[in-house]
């Protein structure tokens, strides 16, 4: 099972940027694609973006497209989420998932499909 350790979050103004990074320890030989949800309060846990093993294939969900960006360090197992221009509404609890069954993700993946998650890193965007 892979290990995931989110960092980054923090309390934020309307407009700023942010860069969440989640570190991954897996075993040797394991590959997977990565991808970021959020949990708002009161609010079930939605996809963000994911990433594919390689770093070469992105998928973003609507309501971020254009202001986030997801991207991979190989050789440090990181992946990064990029976020600008960052609204109330983007206030939430941000988690990283590993899916060890898909190296890449051409639709929106369902929460279901990842079975290794962070616990969490809280953003707040404060208006």
């Known amino acids: 099972q892979v290990q995931l350790v989110e960092s980054g979050g923090g309390l934020v103004q309307v407009g700023d940027s942010l860069r969440l990074s989640c570190a991954a320890s897996a075993p040797p030989r394991s590959s997977y694609a990565i991808a970021w949800f959020r949990q708002a309060p009161g609010k079930e846990r939605e996809f963000v973006a994911s990433?594919?093993?390689?770093?070469?294939?992105?998928y973003y969900a609507d309501h971020v497209k254009g202001r986030f960006t997801i991207s991979k360090e190989n050789a440090k197992e990181t992946v990064y989420l990029q976020m600008d221009r960052l609204k109330p509404e983007d206030t939430a609890v941000y988690y990283c998932a590993a899916d060890e069954e898909r190296l890449v993700h051409t639709t929106e993946p369902d929460l279901r499909d990842f079975g290794s998650w962070g616990r969490g890193t809280q953003v707040t965007v404060s208006s």
């Open positions: 990433i594919s093993w390689s770093g070469h294939s992105t």
